[in-house]
Nanobody, 124 residues
Framework: QVQLVESGGGSAQAGGSLRLSCAAS????????MGWFRQAPGKEREFVAA????????HYADSVKGRFTISRHGAENLAYLDMNDLKREDTAVYYC?????????????????WGQGTQVTVSS
């Protein structure tokens, strides 16, 4: 079993920055994709960003491209989501997820493991 733990959430003002972390523990996967999703109250879970671990290919949702950056530390199975120029519409619970290296990375059902989520609240 793989366990994922998100951290770094909190409150920020519009235009500010936060850094989220996702740490994997338990059974180690040799090849995988790690993604970030978010869900606001009353809305569906939406794709934010993903990284294919081997090779480091990056993908971003249009809504965060140019503002958010996903990165990795492979030795620790650790990923970061650096969020800059935050907007009120970024307010949501952010989830880390892991799935096979080759998947439809914008589709939640493609991922096998999920963290419990971390709250991000942006005020104006």
């Amino acid at each position: 079993q793989v366990q994922l733990v998100e951290s770094g959430g909190g409150s920020a003002q519009a235009g500010g920055s936060l850094r989220l972390s996702c740490a994997a523990s338990g059974r180690t996967l040799s090849r995988f994709t790690m993604g970030w999703f978010r869900q606001a109250p009353g809305k569906e879970r939406e794709f934010v960003a993903a990284i294919i671990w081997i090779g480091g290919l990056l993908h971003y949702a249009d809504s965060v491209k140019g503002r958010f950056t996903i990165s990795r530390h492979g030795a620790e199975n650790l990923a970061y989501l650096d969020m800059n120029d935050l907007k009120r519409e970024d307010t949501a619970v952010y989830y880390c997820a892991v799935g096979p290296s080759k998947l439809s990375l914008r589709v939640p059902d493609e991922y096998e493991y999920w963290g419990q989520g971390t709250q991000v609240t942006v005020s104006s």
